[in-house]
């Protein structure tokens, strides 16, 4: 309505936000980490993983 300001919702912290931001680096971080791992293991593997028996 006119004249109303609206909710707010939640407010961080400064803290809090550092937190949050730290927690993202880290998952990022780990996401990477995996996304590297399976690179590697897929060229160390090569084409032999398609010679396999069904």
């Given at each position: 309505m006119a004249g109303q300001?609206?909710?707010k919702g939640?407010?961080?912290t400064e803290e809090?936000?550092?937190r949050r931001r730290q927690r993202n680096?880290?998952?990022a971080l780990v996401?990477?980490?995996l996304c590297v791992l399976f690179w590697?293991?897929?060229l160390v593997k090569g084409p032999a993983m398609f010679?396999?028996?069904l």
């Open positions: 300001e609206p909710e939640i407010v961080l809090e936000k550092k680096v880290a998952l996401l990477a980490g590697a293991v897929t010679n396999r028996p």
